[in-house]
């Protein structure tokens, strides 16, 4: 099985709304067969890391670390990532990463992904969706967030990376808003906010440089919140 988009995407509406925005939501983004082989490769015994971070350090664990933390220490570590995350930049959730050179990458669903994403057609697709001609390749790494994770407000501009846009393929069916995991734009001082629903094989595209978060996933939460994320970049 090969990735292909959705043959009946309506690129222009969609290249309209993001303009206007800087974000839009794309229903049905690969065909499906694509995305149901994309999900079910990400199942729980794959290579999950769990991430989280103090200040600029990020720390990875396996998975289940935690689970098998002494009880004082991992309460310890909680309840400090709860306070960091109440004032500052905060996240916790599980990861697996991509290598960005293709050379690196193996016949897994998850790398297969990556390399479609950087290349035609989807590439040429993502150029003309966003008018960014300078889009080079599409970084990847799936995400996992299980009850309790989030990820605090930040805007994804990172000196020297180069990113232009933000993707989510979301991989999740049937989630409820009250579950959390909602990617929220919130403004400057907002009473209202726009908060994005996870959805199966909805491709969220935004402009980097926006405040944005992942609200936390909630402790009673059926399932995890799982997609496929990164960014359109340029090369150096
Ligand atoms: O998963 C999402 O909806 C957004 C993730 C995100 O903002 C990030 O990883 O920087
Ligand atoms: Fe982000």
Redesign the pocket.
């Known amino acids: 099985m090969t990735y292909a988009l959705n043959p009946s995407l309506e690129t222009a509406s969609i290249a309209a709304e993001l303009a206007a925005s800087g974000r839009v939501q794309v229903a049905d983004f690969l065909v499906p067969e694509a995305a149901e082989m994309l999900a079910s490769a990400l199942p729980d015994s794959a290579p999950w890391r769990h991430v989280l971070n103090a200040g600029d350090n990020v720390y990875e664990l396996d998975a289940n670390a935690l689970d098998s933390m002494p009880a004082e220490q991992r309460s310890a570590l909680e309840q400090k990532v709860d306070r960091e995350a109440g004032q500052g930049f905060q996240?916790r959730f599980d990861t697996i990463r991509v290598p960005d050179d293709a050379d690196q990458r193996d016949d897994s669903a998850l790398h297969r992904f990556a390399t479609f994403m950087s290349g035609d057609p989807a590439r040429g697709w993502l150029r003309s969706v966003t008018g960014c001609y300078a889009i080079d390749f599409a970084d990847c790494?799936a995400?996992r967030?299980r009850p309790g994770h989030f990820?605090t407000r930040?805007d994804?501009a990172v000196e020297g990376k180069q990113r232009h846009f933000?993707y989510?393929l979301?991989l999740t069916g049937g989630w409820r808003a009250e579950w959390g995991?909602l990617?929220h734009f919130p403004g400057e001082d907002e009473p209202r906010i726009e908060a994005?629903v996870?959805r199966f094989n909805m491709l969220?595209l935004f402009a980097v440089g926006q405040p944005?978060?992942?609200s936390q996933v909630a402790s009673y939460a059926p399932r995890a919140?799982l997609?496929v994320?990164g960014w359109l970049r340029s090369r150096g």
């Open positions: 996240f790494q995400t967030y990820l930040h994804d933000a989510v979301s995991g990617l994005f996870p969220t944005h978060s992942v919140r997609s994320t």
